[in-house]
């Protein structure tokens, strides 16, 4: 007999060899059917999977995360075996799920895959999984499995299989199809009843632009062809507020080969908008006692080895700068923390002197591969609103419960308010992904579960999602369409202190080691101003947008009015523009509808004789002929109802 502990914390006693799809029938026979795949002991196991020891046992459904990953990678295998059928002689190299859905990189004999052959591979791979095969994993020696591949010619398998060792590996088999898998697996093909291939992109083999270039068709699947549906639909929304597409329309970013990938250069009325962003968290930064520092874009190697940061992020930043001095070496910054911690080593400190907290909105850069940028969500120049706060242990639970609270102020203000926490910690499994002792590891995870649980989050717990020098909280936020997306992440850290020496005199007059918080309510101001455009459409809260109103003459003969109107909401701090335009008022309302304009001041002889403004609203309310003072008024109560004071 062996025992299962579930997730509530139970124990059941089972016969050794019980799978976990039988461990759920003896909860229930719908949670049976459900069941996709299962985690025992830390590790992803088939829903068929024989269990020989004690131990911990997740059972997943669609609803879950991991269910959909299993989900996800098993119709990658079905969309590899229609490939195979369909391009004979086509090269197989990966295809693992992602966040949503699941692509496969192929190496075609000839020709290509574009959007006119989506629908015959859709086709093919839908009549191989209403077969209802099995999948079913398998150990296989190295040197079988390297024959297997050398045999079929495929380069890029023998190259994996070289880099694994022998016992380790495993294939996956369906119908007549195998390959070479670690395994995570849905019961049988059957299960999925929706295809649909999404888009082909080229990709080099491993990322390195040296290799092959290679096909990556995506694709998506459901249980249900009602859910590819409602998918689908939502894509097409999600097209039309493409962060991409609204930047461009609204004149708020762009970018230029000359100046490089992924460095994007903002215009004036998206820089006007970052300032204001960045202004709205000053201030309350400033109230909750952070101190603004300014930090240099490169710094020595050696600041980013001591930090750790060269040995975990070396190979995805950019390559040293050689000075003229023999041996010496600069890096384009890539973290703004281990600056932040030489501010802090500048002097001495007393207990009574901390908590520390040095905020700075610092540009770090990554090189990201070309592949992989994406507008301003994926960029390889970025601005964090970074802050680090030094404090005695001592304070570390209030100080942690604070960067919430202003955590929380900043998405509410913007209109996030659908959120889940999320407690990123450390994978026991894999200790070596991580720096510093095991036991300041449990005082910081200890920590930060505590402050979520006091401050009444919503949370879960997610193991290996920590960073390699501390466990987290990231705040995962729902958007408009429903995606789901990090946004603000605090951390706890005792690692970076000791690595820095960082001390302060305490009580007893003896040297402590500080801990250290960091956090980022917005994370990167591009990849929070790419998602807050694609969660508003473009309509962003009154306090933010570039411009609040614009004010249509009638004619000309009305223009030097609107030029006295326009000075009039200036003097009341609202940010508005005319339209000198020879344009018929019609024209003027649906471009400046088409701009996201919040309101729309149109003034004719009735306005100007009774010195009133005719307002219609985007979207086209009319809000008739009021006064300067009343509109002005209007639009100052909806901005103080939408963007309340920190700790009001």
Known sequence: MIEITLPDGSIKEFEKGITPVDVAKSISEGLARNVISAKFNGTIVESSTPLTDNGSLVLYTWKDKEGKRAFWHSTSHI????????????????????????????????????????????QKALEIARGKHDYKMREVSKSDALQFYKDQGNQYKVELIENLEDGTITFCDHDTFTDLCRGGHIPNTGIVKAIKILSVAGAYWRGDENNPQLTRVYGISFPKQKELTEYLALLEEAKKRDHRKLGKELELFTFSQKVGQGLPLWLPKGAALRERLEQFLKKAQKKAGYEM????????????VTSGHYAKYGEDSFQPIHTPKQDEEFLLKPMNCPHHCEIYNTRPFSYKELPKRYAEFGTVYRYEQSGELHGLTRVRGFTQDDAHIFCTPDQLDQEFKDVIDLSLYVLGSLGFEDFTAQVSVRDLDTPEKYIGSVENWEKSERAIINAAKEKGLDFVIESGEAAFY????????????GRQWQLGTIQVDYNLPERFELTYKGSDNELHRPVMIHRAPFGSMERFIALLLEHTGGNFPLWLIPDQAIVLPVSEKHEKYAEKVLKSLENNEIRALVDHRNETVGKKIREAEMNKIPFMLIVGDTDESSNTVSVRRHGGADLGAITIEQFSDLVTKEINSNLKSFRD
């Open 293 to 304: 520092v300014v930090t240099p874009h490169i710094g020595q190697k050696e600041l980013y």
């Open 470 to 481: 501390g466990p987290k909280l990231d705040f995962m936020v729902k958007d408009a369409l």
């Open 79 to 122: 969309v590899a075996q229609a490939l195979e059928e369909l391009y004979p002689g086509v090269k197989l190299t990966i295809g693992p799920a992602i966040e949503n859905g699941f692509y496969y990189d192929v190496d075609l004999p000839t020709g290509t895959i574009s959007e006119k052959d989506f629908a015959k591979i859709e």
